[in-house]
């Protein structure tokens, strides 16, 4: 059951959480609500009309529950994006023609025992009464007929073509199929067929096969533009494939190929590589190198504290992601989803930043879409997103650079939802840092070898960078050189960091 507090609260992610019951419509009283995350729980009944009266509210994300009934009528729903509303078989959307108040008008019957048939009384005469009679129904009874015919020979059809469609797929290569689409390796000579493309070194073909893809054995992690599976390609090397899950707002394959082309030149220590991509229509995977490491999010929010990371470690993680962002941007690419479940760890620890440019892959994709499918980073999200005045720069992946920072050294969520509460912990840390009592914000599994006197400057440097304000955030290249300045200030001025 779901208990909302009249409290001022902007956001509310609350998705993942097995809640069960119905919304309550309380929710209409929280006026300030702006973004509310409730997906992927098993929340049933209809949606109360409440929501409608909510001024603030631009997301609200519903998808993968079980909610019936129609939505609430308002311009909110009215445009709500159908990725909200998914996986909800009972939902209905007037958009999508599917309205519960549809009613079916009730059918003609004429009943020929029947004394007060309004046939009878048009005419005078009976005996033409009763043939004009018998001629309604005889072409109700014909009409009735062809119909349920024209039904049956469809049905054989599709049966037919679905049995010869799945023979085909049985007689390709498991081996170059991925999904449902046949991965052709000359694809100039099939219009229809998938375009699989590979950069660099490495076999185009999969020892796992398409069903890999649909493995959830095989699935590494979901976010706001898709799902990632581990598959192994030919000559045994393992890769990431991301399956995206917004094919409806690319809007060309011309243009989703020279973006995929251009990322593909980045290389850099710090980001991972993209090695290749799987084009069709209604299918786009991207494919990545597969680091062993898993992610940073893990490490801070899910190990144990035998296995947490060391103060080394997170410093290192911390100026290795810093280069990665600031080599990317000298590109001129923007990263637009920057947390941790997004910086990756190879077999040595070394960070890499990954999803990146996935933005540029989506020509259609406004502010409005583009913060929607990013709202898993509830915390990380720059508040220009909010404004459509403020242009979107590379400093939003600043601010988000600034969250991570402290989160590495906190070991704390950036947003964390308490019973009655809600707390932010960029405000949480900016508190402390005033009230002079940072080490009560530290990670205390950093309580061994912690240097105070690194950790303090960092900690402010992150604060910087989460201010609300982008022209009071430091570019990539100087967070870059205080960073180094910190770890080796016996070769550099000492670090003032307001």
């Known amino acids: 059951m779901i208990q909302f507090f ?34 992927k729980n098993k929340l049933n009944g209809t949606l109360p009309v409440e929501l409608s009266n909510l001024p603030s509210l631009h997301i609200f994300d519903i998808s993968h529950n079980l909610l019936s009934g129609d939505l609430p009528n308002s311009h909110f729903f009215d445009s709500i994006p159908e990725t909200f509303l998914s996986d909800n078989s009972g939902l209905c959307s007037s958009r999508n023609n599917n309205s519960c108040n549809t009613v079916m008008p009730k059918p003609i019957v004429l009943n020929p025992n029947s004394s007060s048939n309004p046939l009878s009384q048009a005419t005078p005469t009976a005996p033409s009464n009763m043939h004009h009679k018998k001629i309604i129904l005889s072409v109700s009874t014909l009409i009735a007929i062809a119909g349920g015919a024209t039904i049956i020979i469809g049905v054989i059809i599709i049966s037919v073509l679905n049995r010869r469609a799945r023979a085909a797929t049985s007689r390709s290569s498991p081996a170059t199929a ?96 993209l090695r290749g991509f799987y084009w069709t229509s209604s299918l786009q995977l991207l494919i990545y190198d597969y680091l062993p490491g898993g992610n940073l999010h893990k490490h801070l929010h899910e190990c144990r504290e035998e296995n947490s990371l060391s103060w080394m470690e997170r410093f290192d993680i911390i100026i290795g992601v810093a280069r990665g962002l600031t080599y990317l941007h000298q590109r001129g690419i923007i990263h637009y989803n920057l947390k941790s479940s997004n910086v990756l760890l190879d077999g040595n620890g070394e960070p890499r930043v990954g999803d990146y440019g996935l933005a540029k892959l989506l020509p259609m994709l406004d502010r409005y879409v583009l913060s929607s499918k990013i709202q898993s980073a509830l915390g990380y999200m720059a508040p220009e997103f ?48 005033e009230e002079g009592r940072v080490e009560d914000c530290m990670d205390p599994r950093l309580c061994v070898g912690f240097p105070m006197e690194e950790a303090l400057p960092i900690i402010k440097l992150g604060l910087v960078c989460t201010s609300q304000v982008p022209s009071n955030r430091p570019d990539m290249v100087e967070v870059v050189n205080i960073l180094e300045l910190v770890r080796s200030p016996q070769d550099s001025p000492e670090v003032e960091l307001a």
């Open 386 to 433: 909010a404004c459509k005045t403020v242009k979107i720069t590379e400093k939003c992946d600043v601010y988000g650079f600034g969250v991570l920072v402290l989160e590495v050294l906190t070991g704390r969520r950036p947003v964390e939802y308490l019973e009655d509460d809600v707390v932010v912990l960029c405000d949480l840390v900016r508190s402390a840092l």
């Open 6 to 39: 009249p409290h001022h609260k902007a956001l509310r992610d609350l998705s993942n959480n097995n809640i069960t019951g119905s919304i309550p419509s309380t929710i209409g009283n929280l006026a300030s609500l702006q973004v509310v995350d409730l997906s």
């Open 178 to 273: 991925l999904s449902d689409d046949y991965v052709s390796q000359s694809p100039e000579n099939d219009a229809s067929s998938g375009k699989l493309v590979m950069f660099g070194k490495g076999s185009p073909e999969f020892s796992a096969g398409g069903h890999a893809l649909l493995n959830k054995d095989c699935e590494l992690g979901r976010g706001g533009f898709g799902a990632v599976y581990k598959t192994v390609l030919r000559d045994g090397q393992p890769v990431a494939i991301k399956k995206l899950t917004v094919s409806s707002l690319v809007k060309s394959k011309d243009d989703f190929e020279r973006q995929v082309k251009l990322l593909s030149k980045v290389r850099h220590h710090n980001v991972v590589a």
